[in-house]
């Protein structure tokens, strides 16, 4: 990611950026940033249309940001997933 732009610029281009994840993260996907040292972690919700300009517009949701792994081992993707609600 560093070099390419700041990440929410490019969320704003691609929101499905960075890779899908599964399991309880199912419908989210994360990028590694950092030099690998840290995860941003985020969910698209269902898609609106923007009435000024007739564009379809997916709202994204960032659900965790973080270091890859805690002091005591854990990854970013073992604490429970957040509500985006």
């Given at each position: 990611?560093?070099?390419?732009?700041?990440?929410?610029?490019?969320?704003?281009?691609?929101?499905?950026?960075?890779?899908?994840?599964?399991?309880?993260?199912?419908?989210?996907?994360?990028?590694?940033?950092?030099?690998?040292?840290?995860?941003?972690?985020w969910?698209l919700?269902?898609?609106?249309?923007?009435?000024?300009?007739?564009?379809?517009?997916?709202?994204?949701?960032?659900?965790?940001?973080?270091?890859?792994?805690?002091?005591?081992?854990?990854?970013?993707?073992?604490?429970?997933?957040?509500?985006?609600?």
């Open positions: 990611m560093e070099g390419n732009g700041g990440l929410f610029d490019q969320l704003e281009k691609s929101p499905d950026l960075g890779y899908a994840l599964d399991g309880e993260w199912e419908g989210c996907y994360a990028v590694h940033i950092g030099r690998d040292r840290f995860r941003v972690i969910e919700m269902p898609p609106i249309e923007d009435y000024d300009s007739g564009d379809e517009l997916i709202p994204v949701v960032i659900l965790r940001v973080g270091p890859k792994t805690d002091p005591w081992g854990r990854a970013i993707y073992d604490a429970p997933r957040p509500s985006s609600l």
